[in-house]
């Protein structure tokens, strides 16, 4: 919780959010109401998940996993915040849980092959087919679309959740800050760096057609920490 | 003596802004520099430019197959924590049923001990006869009530159930 706010008052404020009344009528053994608020959020859960992962098939069975921890946790949940925080909270959990577990799997599959060709870094691998045939011209949507995702690639994990829940969920550093268990001062240091990562890496792109000079590290220090 | 030189901006504080993340007071100092410095004005530009091409990225739809499958997937979970509970659930049914049951059984206990004692039983006036009965062949040999009277003050009878005992 956000020590900007109480937990009295986070309570209060969660009572008036009306899909903290639909969960509590889950917990009270309501499928209609659990139906309505898988309608209502898993559109919105696989949106972030499938940024966050890079797959549509493996968002679309982490979102079942993080609507089937909804219903298991249904028993013990309490109108401590609003719901969009607590499913925002699992997502993240359930995310992070299956991207370390990808990354230990890549570990083991990559030992012994470190002299690999190519650079590991996406963007710069599609920088280098497409730059020598892009001068500065218009481009187009599918080729953004394609450039902003690989720059989103670019940034770690967190920052690229962080991102998500700020640009597509609209949720603030507070409640950004609870589902990712941060302080909203940590909050607004890691979205200060996603998007001068996001900048740094998209601004020279859209002016020239050309790849910046030298991409960023996608955050070592947080993955670090 | 040099004027003490305004705060500097910084990126983060810039980001906020545009999060709508800073106080009143934060907001009109930003805005004072954006209105003066054209090179926090082209930053802040940037920065607005590439949140924006964010939805340039693709919002993926959730089908109705995806809503049938994890709705599948729930049922599954809440057939098995069913399962899981009826041992519990099967416990307590016996434990009730076998209180009523215990119950009905000392109701119809009762109900056969206050009957005994209340009902005009002919088996039990039968019981309470016998001692006449056993003799009535002896009883009717002899017509005079009143030396029947006199033997049973004599506890002759007595000593006739006793020897016969």
Known sequence: ?225 | MDAPQPPKITDEDLIAYLDGELEDAACRWIEKLLMTDPAIRRRLQELERTWELLEKLDEPVADDRLTRSTLEMVAVEAAREVQETSPLQGRRFWVRWLLVLGSLLAAAGLGVAVGWFLTDDPDRQLLEDLPLLENLDCYRQIDDFQFLKGLQERMLFQEDQSDEG
């Open chain 1, 1 to 225: 919780m956000s020590p900007l706010i109480s937990k009295s008052s986070a309570r209060r404020h969660a009572m008036v959010d009306p899909d903290v009344h639909l969960m509590l009528r889950v917990r009270d053994g309501d499928a209609e109401a659990f139906t309505e608020l898988m309608r209502r959020y898993q559109g919105r859960v696989l949106l972030v998940l499938e940024h966050l992962v890079g797959s549509r098939d493996w968002a679309e069975d982490l979102t079942q996993e993080v609507f089937l921890r909804v219903y298991r946790a249904r028993k013990t949940y309490t109108a401590d915040a609003k719901f969009v925080t607590w499913l925002f909270t699992i997502t993240n959990h359930v995310a992070s849980n299956a991207l370390r577990t990808k990354a230990r799997r890549r570990e083991v599959r990559l030992r012994g092959a470190a002299n690999s060709s190519g650079s590991g870094r996406p963007l710069e691998r599609f920088l280098q087919c497409s730059s020598g045939q892009i001068p500065a011209r218009q481009l187009d949507k599918t080729e953004m679309r394609d450039i902003v995702r690989l720059a989103m690639e670019t940034l770690n994990e967190r920052q690229r959740m962080a991102v998500l829940l700020n640009k597509f969920e609209g949720m603030s550093y507070a409640d950004i800050a609870q589902a990712m268990e941060m302080t909203p001062q940590a909050v607004k240091s890691l979205l200060s760096r996603a998007r001068l990562n996001l900048r740094q890496m998209l601004i020279p792109y859209l002016e020239t057609g050309r790849p910046p000079e030298a991409p960023p590290s996608v955050g070592a220090e947080e993955l670090a920490s």
